[in-house]
T-cell receptor
Framework: QKEVEQNSGPLSVPEGAIASLNCTYS??????FFWYRQYSGKSPELIMS????GDKEDGRFTAQLNKASQYVSLLIRDSQPSDSATYLC??????????????FGAGTRLAVHP | SQTIHQWPATLVQPVGSPLSLECTVE??????LYWYRQAAGRGLQLLFY??????ISSEVPQNLSASRPQDRQFILSSKKLLLSDSGFYLC??????????FGPGTRLTVL
């Protein structure tokens, strides 16, 4: 089982619709979760972080976390063609010495069509 | 806020040639730095991380190495490139909020 799993997509949604991106993780003790957006040929850009169960909203983006189900999602409201990108889910994992690293899913490709 | 620089932006190298990729960070001191590789159509793989000058931890045994000669400089090297080393190399830094940000990346093609 992969540590962080995402559907590769593509997820195709019409402009103005809600895009729902999902991610599951295997380490039950994980506490910190992140969503990155990566445009083709570019580096990932952090768009959301979430640490507590429930919803966190930032503009058109809402991150949802359910630790009991080991599930984190990203909702994009009023999807725009400019949202077309690959979305990477990441989970923080502790390392020795108090340091940490991120474990990334393979990403879900989102295509928003006019 | 931090700014991460990487160079070169693109690189085409023959198999067996050496490699040196550089990452520098502005706007912070003593950052935790990371090297990732993203192969075509695949996820991000952590290669190395560093918590300070001269301190390097390797995540994946391979023909790559990393060094941190200065506080805000992180270098990825290889003595002899393999075809499988092709990919998008990303340097990342962790900020004071414990969030990771990426540099613009170096696209390496090994022929």
């Amino acid at each position: 089982q992969k540590e962080v799993e995402q559907n590769s997509g593509p997820l195709s949604v019409p402009e103005g619709a809600i895009a729902s991106l999902n991610c599951t993780y295997s380490d039950r003790v994980s506490q910190s979760f992140f969503w990155y957006r990566q445009y083709s040929g570019k580096s990932p850009e952090l768009i959301m972080s979430i640490y507590s169960n429930g919803d966190k909203e930032d503009g058109r983006f809402t991150a949802q976390l359910n630790k009991a189900s080991q599930y984190v999602s990203l909702l994009i409201r009023d999807s725009q063609p400019s949202d077309s990108a690959t979305y990477l889910c990441a989970v923080r994992k502790g390392l020795s010495g108090g340091y940490n690293k991120l474990i990334f899913g393979a990403g879900t490709r989102l295509a928003v069509h006019p | 806020s931090q700014t991460i620089h990487q160079w070169p932006a693109t690189l085409v190298q023959p198999v067996g040639s050496p490699l040196s990729l550089e990452c520098t960070v502005e706007g912070t001191s003593n950052p935790n730095l990371y090297w990732y590789r993203q192969a075509a159509g695949r996820g991000l793989q952590l290669l190395f991380y560093s918590v300070g000058i001269g301190q390097i931890s390797s995540e994946v045994p391979q023909n790559l190495s990393a060094s941190r000669p200065q506080d805000r400089q992180f270098i990825l090297s290889s003595k002899k490139l393999l075809l499988s080393d092709s990919g998008f190399y990303l340097c990342a830094s962790r900020d004071s909020y414990n969030e990771q940000f990426f540099g613009p990346g170096t696209r390496l093609t090994v022929l």
